[in-house]
């Protein structure tokens, strides 16, 4: 349906702790109904090598996605591009953190939560993106919705967006109608 809707990578959360989680026969059926048509994504959070590896045998990814303390030489020793999740602490804290990953094809930026890595809902103040140098994509998240990403997308101008409880129902159960204008929204700024 995501995809239909004209997103262009579907994430997959393989990190047992969360509402999230999806199981790699979930995941199997998921990478084969998206097929070609866009990026499939692996969300993973300190997991064991041997873990992510069993799971890369089964289930074509495109992309890993890091959302823990993982190191540059853990990320970058998959052989796939990965993206590295940073929780937007303070400017200081990002520009130091950016440049631990000079691999990374992606940063994606989410809210900072002293327990909790990611799914807060909540958003970050993004002025502390100001003058951050990068060289790699920047990829926004953390607590962006359909009322929102107009906004975010116009003052961050980020080159993608990413997006998961602010398109649920419910944790883990998505809203067509939700995913369809955070999508429209996103495109038509």
Known sequence: MAINLGADAIGMLFYDKSARYISVEKAKAISKAVSQDGLKVGLFVDAEE???????????LDILQFHGTESQDYCSSFGLPYWKTLRAKDH???????????????ILLDTWHP???GGTGDVFDWTMLE????DQ??????????GNIREAVTKVQPWAVDVCSGVEE???IKSGALMKQFIDGARHV
């Open 50 to 60: 041997a873990y992510i590896r069993d799971i890369l045998n089964q289930v074509p």
């Open 92 to 106: 200081a804290y990002l520009q130091e953190e950016v440049e631990h990953y000079p691999e990374a094809k992606g």
């Open 115 to 117: 327990i909790k890595m």
């Open 131 to 134: 003058g951050l140098k990068m």
């Open 137 to 146: 994509h920047l990829i926004l998240a953390g607590g962006l919705n359909p």
């Open 170 to 172: 419910s944790p883990g």
